[in-house]
């Protein structure tokens, strides 16, 4: 070392070496505080971003100045300039007056409590978004006192609005379900309820919970179950597959009272979200027992209405055969009337003309039975004692009631008579003894026959069908009761309506065959009956102040009405023609004689002045008896007609009311009904005026 303190050459180096060593360590520093700041800019950074995405902030506030300090992505939340760090109290305004103490509170337990705090409520941000915020924070102790609160705001808007959807749908859902009238639920794999909606309850009887004890298949009819099972195999396999199943069904389910329920169902698979793998099936069901019933009904009427059209096509048969019947009975009945007269009774062949008369009066009995089932005859009104119509049906009713049935008969003494149809008031017997033992059915039971009369007044009938237009008085009834079934008030309602019954009576109307008989009658009906007790119907009809004895039965020739002029004749039967000369000329007319309308119409315009009446068939070929009566009554319209028919007067007057008809005789007819009718006619006591 030199004496006057200046270092050596050597010291300098060494001293040198010493500065480049420490130089080296201060740029490993300074790239080691490099490094650590990219680490720190890029950790900021990568916060930052995460805090955007994540949509969490983090935020500071120092106690002492209450300055504070946030990431970038709480300012974004706040809709603030990246940078700019508000105050507390400028972050307060953000919260709705009515939040803000509550947030001031909650600092305060934080700063005096030592309490962390967690909360959310709605900010109204600088750009006007509304949004749900959540925080979080924790206060930070030095020397026992709170200097700063460090906490993360996580804006959970989407959160919250998806969760206030679902809340929405959920509630809708549950309304929805919990409202509809058709039957929902949900089974597993294992077929056992998970869900089911209230609707059960009216639709089944049963309640929520009671139905969740049963299985799937518990209550379905034993008939639908193979149905049901396969179904819910092949919603299993379709799960196994992964591919979508639904299926439609309709199936059977027991009521809780006992009856089937028919439902009509769509079912779908969807899988399980929570818990173990598996499947749930959705079933969505409709009470459809109404419709099937309907469509029972449906179908029954069809065929109801098939059969009906059969009778109706029957009955179209039936009235042709009964007019050709009649034309030929008229030829019989006309000559053997006449003949009777001519001969005397001690004449062998008298006995054997008369069993030809009353054969033939049989064989018109048939004829207006066949007129009355096509619809055309229902009604040849006479003087009857109803219980002389019982009397002579006694074995027929025997023959089609029920074996195990008995019939009990109860007549009154000295009846009214009554003005009806004979054939049409068996009808109506026959038909309520029919259902009586129907009523019946296999079990031992008893059908009870009574006749009475009974003045009735206008309170009783009005407690009866077909009481709107009856006048008080007497009436006869005939009252036919049965041990069987009876009827509750619902099925009573119905018993009179076209085809309601299975069974075929008369033109398939069941009863109200026997309403629209007795409604003809001027008569009504009246119903007692109970379930499980019996059935009793009566009919009533009015009594007649007339008498057998005041009918014409005369068959003396000095009983006969004895005319005189020219009757043309209309037919077109010869029979007809030939029987019908013989017998005015018997009564001391002359005859004309015409096949059908138009040859009458030229006959009489030959000779109109010696024309007295025209007695003219109905039915005939090329002008039928309507069209030349209206041809008679635009020529001459005083000339009497008399139209002939086999069907009966009733049918006339409906088609002729009004329009001048002078009188109806029907077919097959004697010389006493022929006699009758002219008397009326030429002597004007009937001409124009068919309505007695």
Known sequence: MASNGSLTHEELLAELACLREKLAEADTQVAELHEIQQCLSESRELL????????????????????????????????????????????????????????????????????????????????????????????????????????????????????????????????ITENALDFIAVTNSEGTFEYISPSVHPISGFTVEEYKRFSTVERVHPDDIAKMMEIRQTHREAIEKGTPFSANVEFRVQHKDGHWIWLQAKTCTFPRFSGTYGYHILLVARDITEQKEAEKERLKLESTLQHAQKLESLGVLAGGIAHDFNNILAGIIGNADLALMEMSRISPAYEMVEDIARAAAHAADLTRQMLAYSGKGRFVVDILNIQDIIEEMVSMIEVA??????????????????????????????????????????????????????????????????????????????????????????????????????????????????????????????????????????????????????????????????????????????????????????????????????????????????????????????MDGESAFREFRHINSSLPVVLSSGYNEQEIKSRFAGKGLAGFIQKPYKLNVLSDILKKVLNGNGTGNLTD
Not at 106 to 132: D, N, Y
Not at 133 to 146: K, S, T, W, Y
Not at 420 to 428: I, L, P
């Open 401 to 622: 009631i029920s074996r195990k049935a008995v019939v009990r008969y109860e007549f009154a003494d000295s009846l009214p008579l009554i003005e009806a149809d004979a054939t049409q008031m068996r009808q109506v017997i026959m038909n309520l003894v029919t259902n009586a033992s129907e009523a019946i059915g296999d079990k031992s039971g008893v059908i009870s026959i009574r006749t009475g009369a009974a003045f009735l007044d206008q309170e009783y009938l009005e407690d009866t069908y077909l009481s709107d237009s009856l006048a008080e008085g007497d009436y006869v009834f005939v009252e036919v009761a049965d041990t069987g079934c009876g009827m509750d008030r619902e099925t009573q309602q119905k018993i009179f309506d076209p085809f309601f019954s299975t069974k075929f009576t008369g033109r398939g109307l069941g009863l109200a065959a026997v309403l629209g008989i007795v409604r003809g009658h001027n008569g009504a009906i009246k119903i007692y009956s109970e379930p499980g007790r019996g059935t009793t119907i009566k009919i009533l009809l009015p009594a007649s102040d007339k008498s057998v004895n005041g009918i014409n039965h005369s068959a003396n020739e000095q009983d006969y009405y004895q005319g005189s002029g020219t009757i043309l004749l209309v037919d077109d039967e010869e029979t007809v023609r030939a029987v019908g000369k013989r017998m005015l000329i018997r009564l001391g007319f002359e005859v004309v004689l015409a096949r059908h309308g138009r040859e009458a119409i030229e006959k009489y315009l030959e000779n109109p002045d010696s024309i007295t009446c025209v007695l003219l068939d109905l039915t005939m070929p090329h």
């Open 48 to 175: 930052n971003q995460t805090g955007k995405l994540a949509r969490v902030g983090g935020w500071e506030i120092d106690i002492q100045t209450w300055d504070m300090l946030w990431t970038e992505a709480t300012s974004l939340m706040y809709g603030l300039d990246v940078g700019y760090v508000p105050t507390f109290e400028q972050v307060v305004s953000f919260f709705t007056e009515e939040d803000r103490p509550v947030v001031r509170e909650h600092v305060r337990k934080a700063i005096e409590e030592g309490k962390s705090f967690e909360c959310e409520f709605p900010v109204s941000t600088l750009t006007g978004q509304q949004l749900r915020l959540h925080f979080m924070g924790i206060p930070v102790f030095e020397d026992g006192a709170c200097v700063r609160l460090w906490g993360v705001v996580q804006d959970v808007t989407r959160q919250r609005d998806a969760e206030e959807k679902n809340r929405e749908n959920e509630e809708l859902y549950r309304l």
